[in-house]
Nanobody, 116 residues
Framework: QVQLVQSGGGLVRAGGSLRLSCAAS?????????MAWYRQAPGRQRESVAT???????TYVDSVKGRFTISRDNAKNTGYLQMNSLKPEDTAVYYC?????????WGQGTQVTVSS
């Protein structure tokens, strides 16, 4: 049973922008403690890219600071990752993760490819 549904991603040239979305049920979204975006490039470990906690505070890995923005829309039960000034090294499969009511949910992953 798919709990989180991701959309967005695709192929973009360096310097371009993409927005990833992560939709959840109202039950899951209402109980959010943490929402995060991770990415995994071929041959590399999955890394946390951006995190937003229930109070709204955000954190980012250094490599995306100033370029990526994590946000959530409680009315739409959807989280977002806005990615600007994309670089080839941002190429990876991106996953959203939600921790809600002591349960961890993962999205199905979406490919982001940045060409030089």
């Amino acid at each position: 049973q798919v709990q989180l549904v991701q959309s967005g991603g695709g192929l973009v040239r360096a310097g371009g922008s993409l927005r990833l979305s992560c939709a959840a049920s109202r039950f899951i979204f209402a109980g959010i403690n943490i929402m995060a975006w991770y990415r995994q490039a071929p041959g590399r470990q999955r890394e946390s890219v951006a995190t937003i906690i229930s109070g709204g505070a955000t954190t980012y890995v250094d490599s995306v600071k100033g370029r990526f923005t994590i946000s959530r829309d409680n009315a739409k039960n959807t989280g977002y990752l806005q990615m600007n000034s994309l670089k080839p090294e941002d190429t990876a499969v991106y996953y959203c993760k939600i921790e809600s009511r002591n349960v961890v949910y993962w999205g199905q992953g979406t490919q982001v490819t940045v060409s030089s």
